[in-house]
Every structure is written in C-alpha cells, then in structure tokens.
C-alpha cells in the first residue's frame, strides 16, 4: 500500500490523488480508520501537527491514507535495551514507547531517551535485589542494589529517583529482599509517587509481591497456574499485570522440564482476564545472554496473539499494547488517538478485530509526528 500527498480534503474523500506537497509542517492523514479503543471509526482525517494530534485541518498536507486502519503506537511494558539500533528495531514493528527494566548504567538509557523520530524510552535503572540472586552475578551490576533489609530500602529507591529513574523495579527471589524489605521499598518509592514493578516468575514469588504490596506484576508462573486465592488477592488489591507469555514460552520451550509448563502461564492470564485484572503487554526483549531472546519489536506481535490464544478479545489486546501500559504507568500523553496526545501512530493495511495478526501489516510509523515508512519484508 502506498501513502498519496492530496491537496485538498475533498480529493481525500474522492480518492484521486496528486503528487504535489506544499512546505507545511501539518499533515492531515485522510481516509484512515481510527481504532478509537473499542471499534474502527468510518474513514476520516487525522491530523498531525508539532508532533501531536490535532484539530485544525488549515494548512496541511493532506494524505490519503487508502483506507487503512490507523492504530495508537504500541508500548511495550517490558524491554531490556541495548541502543539505538534497539529502537530502530521497536520503531519498525510499530512500537513507540519502550519500558526499559533495568537496563544499568542508568546513563545508557538516558542516552536513547528524546531521540527524533525514534521511539520514546522510560526506565528504572538496576532493580533492587541481594547478592547471590542471578541479577546478582551479572559483569558491573550496582552493588547500590543490593537492598538487604528495610532499612536499606529508602537509601536505594533514594538513589534511583536522583538517577532520574520513572519507576522502581525489584527482583522477588527465594533468597531475598524479604517480604518487610519489599515492603519497605514499595513504601519508599511511594512516598516519590513512583510505581514499584516486581520480576515474579513462579507462584510462590507472585504470592510475595502481592503481599509486599507491589503495583504492577511482571511475568506469569510456569510452575504453577494462578488459583482462586492468588487472583482475588490481585483483584482486591486493584493490581495490574504484565504477563510477558512470550518470555514464558521462550524459558519453557527452552527447558523442557514438567516445573515448567506454558500452559500454567496460559491458564494464569485466562484466569486474570476472566476476573477483569488490567493487563498489558509486555515482553521482555533482550539480546543479553539469558535462557530466550524475545526480538526487539516483532515480539510484541507475538505477545498479542498469545493473549488472544489465551481468551482475550481482539479489541482487549489491542488496548493492552496501547490505552493500558499509558493509564497503569501514568503516561497520559499517549495510548490513544485524540486531540492533543503525542503523534504515536500505526498504519497497517490489515483489519486487528478480525485478525490479530494484521498488526505485522505496517505500512508506516509515526514516533511524536515523525513518519518512518515501514520497508517491506
């Protein structure tokens, strides 16, 4: 599919198209059906004006868009970054805001954050964990994380918010912090107005995060599917999750071991969904010499069909990688298409309500208003 300049909205409606563009910055993108969180809106214009949604069509380039479905940018709630060529590779798979988790030192993230025309990038520096944990023994990881005790936890999350980091991340493990110093570090990044994310692979650690009274569970048991108990305790207490099912049948694939069965992680989001948890999307990309490697940006295509393979609706997915990860992580600027919100936006020429899948057909890429088209495959 190719994206023709217009001059005018009545030639975007007629579908004729001219080659002609004038020097405007704005550009209204017509003849576009806008997922606006529950259906695909009949054809009309967007407009695109100092990288955000706007309203007022004098002046543009008008550009047909063939009548293609125009999506918010994805975010992908969980990534570990390693640079530039990082979110090239986010940009091109339509993702526009990157949740790094732990990327250190905390300056390399810095360096990929306001990047023109890539994709926007948050993180929380190295999480907090104890020594001996497998966080632990990673080259040059700061040992300002090791948070051995309550009273450790304020000097820690201390640290992380004059590092400049947007959340707190934790590691819950056999071995430490104990649940006082989890809680202890969700009290002290409170007390910032920041969100505590904890990496809670098994059943037994998503029990303690619970108690420890994190905001936002990562990852879902291969051990054991969340019961009843463990998902009134996540109802109750008004939690929202990232299941990371990519990651989760990347590590069972590679194992191979019955503790380790995808379908417990399957059964977990069915569970959750079915009790109205929030999720998001989220999945652990890395090329760090882990068990599995989720790709950079293709992987959260995969992480959406995994959802829709465990019971969620088209239309709930699509908000977990857009509407959701904004709300739940206080990124009120995007998530959606309407006036005033970052120009993060993704063209594809396929319809994601009949066919999840039609999310890898992307034709272009808006990060804050910069048009990257999307090479064919």
């Excluded at 029990?207 to 009843?228: Q, R």
């Excluded at 006036?339 to 020429?349: E, K, M, N, T, W």
Aim: net charge negative; hydrophobic share 40%; glycine share 10%.
């Amino acid at each position: 599919m190719s994206l023709s300049v217009l001059t005018t909205p009545s030639l975007a409606a007629s579908g004729n198209t001219l080659s002609y563009q004038t020097q405007s910055s704005k550009t209204a993108l017509c003849n576009v059906r806008v997922f606006d969180g529950q259906r695909l809106l009949a054809p009309g214009c967007v407009v695109i004006n100092d990288g955000k949604i706007g309203t007022n069509y004098g002046g543009s380039n008008y550009v047909d868009g063939g009548g293609a479905v125009l999506l918010p940018g994805f975010i992908d709630a969980h990534v570990h970054l390693d640079g530039n060529s990082s979110l090239q590779q986010f940009r091109q798979w339509g993702v526009t805001t990157a949740l790094d988790m732990g990327t250190f030192p905390y300056s390399t993230v810095k360096a990929m954050q306001g990047l023109n025309g890539l994709p926007d990038v948050r993180g929380s520096g190295a999480a907090a964990t104890v020594n001996g944990t497998f966080l632990s023994h990673v080259p040059g990881f700061p040992t300002d994380s090791f948070v051995n005790s309550p009273a450790d936890a304020a000097k820690f999350v201390r640290n992380r918010v004059s590092q400049g980091s947007d959340y707190i991340k934790l590691i819950v493990d056999p071995l430490g912090p104990d649940l006082p110093t989890i809680q202890a570090i969700v009290a002290a990044a409170h007390n910032y107005g920041k969100k505590v994310i904890s990496h809670a692979p098994s059943y037994s650690d998503i029990s303690i995060a619970e108690a420890g009274g994190v905001d936002i569970i990562t990852h879902v048991p291969l051990d054991k599917a969340l019961d009843a108990v463990s998902i009134a305790n996540i109802v109750a207490a008004g939690r929202v999750a990232v299941p990371t099912l990519t990651m989760m049948q990347s590590i069972a694939n590679a194992e191979h071991l019955p503790s380790a069965a995808y379908s417990h992680s399957n059964d977990s989001v069915a569970a959750m969904y079915r009790s109205g948890i929030p999720i998001m999307t989220g999945t652990d990309a890395n090329d760090a010499p882990m068990i599995a490697h989720p790709a950079f940006g293709e992987s959260l295509h995969d992480e959406m069909e995994l959802m829709v393979a465990a019971g969620m609706s088209n239309v709930d997915v699509l908000n977990a990688a857009t509407a959701n990860p904004a709300r739940y992580f206080g990124l009120s600027d995007r998530g959606s298409i309407k006036a005033g919100q970052r120009a993060d936006l993704v063209l594809i020429s396929g319809n994601p309500l009949q066919d999840i899948r039609a999310t890898r057909q992307i034709v272009k890429v808006w990060c804050a208003g910069v048009q990257f088209t999307v090479s064919p495959s």
